[in-house]
């Protein structure tokens, strides 16, 4: 590709992992960063460099991607990149993908330095698509620099919100619409179960309505969105308003810590 560019992706998680080996096969030298070492083994055997510290990673970047778990997360690597006045050079592009809400990734927006810039690329899509270049993603940079809308493109299909933040905000109202879905079927299956009725019933016919996206959610199979990361966006979402019917789904996840590393569709009966 002619377009191939010096990428310093940070978070290697299971979302950070595949988008980052996905970026490499598309022609992009990257150098990574982990706060586990050993989950960046794999990208270096499959062409990556390793950087020992955060700074480290993004000192000759052209552009920096991180996917971290929560807010806390990016604070915590975003820090010593701040707090070294030569890790980001002017002109470079900061893109975070992580789902912290748009108060994080405005607090972040007003730290960088002059000549930085960052967009707010949060995703919808699970592992599946993360691997292979189809994540949906909500872009918040209106216009986006040329660079950053390049990378973004390979990285799934791009939408792009409005100003900084607004990938971040639209993301929640994405996930919490998802969350919520699933936490319904979840309680009507087990109302069907209640009821008497065999469960492929109550799917088929719930699959038949207008609830038919969050069946096929409760049902994913090749996903891995972990119940603590779902509690997670809800939290940051009951954050900003009033959301009865939310905070009765968040005390649903954390009520069963036993699921918290598993994917959501396992609250389902
Ligand atoms: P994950 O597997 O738990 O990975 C989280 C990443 O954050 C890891 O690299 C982890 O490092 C890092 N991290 C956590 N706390 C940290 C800290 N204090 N300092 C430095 N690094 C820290 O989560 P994921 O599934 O990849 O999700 C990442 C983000 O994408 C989350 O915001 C999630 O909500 C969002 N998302 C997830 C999915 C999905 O299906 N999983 C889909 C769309 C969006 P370690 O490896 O050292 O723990």
């Known amino acids: 590709m002619n377009t191939a560019k010096k990428v310093a992706f940070l978070g290697l998680g299971h979302m950070g992992a595949p988008m980052a080996r996905h970026l490499l096969a598309q022609g992009h030298a990257l150098t990574v960063w982990n706060r586990t070492p050993d989950k960046a083994e794999a990208l270096v055997a499959a062409g990556a460099e390793v950087a020992a510290t955060p ?142 009725l065999p469960q492929e019933l109550v799917r088929a016919e719930l699959a038949r309505g207008p609830l038919a996206g969050a069946v096929a959610r409760t049902y994913a199979d090749a996903s891995h969105f972990p119940v603590d990361l779902a509690a997670k966006d809800v939290a940051l979402a009951t954050g900003h308003a009033p959301l009865p019917i939310l905070e009765a789904v968040h005390a649903t996840l954390t009520a069963r810590p036993d699921l918290a590393d598993q994917d959501l569709s396992r609250i389902r009966p």
């Open 55 to 196: 700074a480290g990673a993004v000192r000759d970047a052209e552009l920096v991607v991180t996917m971290l778990a929560d807010p806390a997360a990016l604070r915590a690597v975003s820090d010593p990149i701040l707090s070294d006045s030569a890790a980001l050079r002017p002109g470079v592009h900061w893109i975070d993908t992580s789902t912290v809400g748009p108060d994080a990734v405005r607090a972040l927006a007003g730290r960088l330095p002059a000549g930085v810039t960052l967009t707010d690329a949060p995703v919808m899509g699970s592992v599946d698509r993360a691997a292979t270049g189809q994540l949906w993603v909500l872009a918040g940079g209106d216009p986006l620099p040329g660079p950053v809308r390049e990378l973004l493109n390979a990285l799934g299909e791009v939408t792009v919100c409005g100003p900084v933040g607004s990938g971040a905000a639209l993301k929640l109202v994405l996930i919490n619409a998802v969350v919520g879905g699933v936490g319904l079927v979840a309680e009507a299956l087990r109302l069907g179960q209640v009821l008497g």
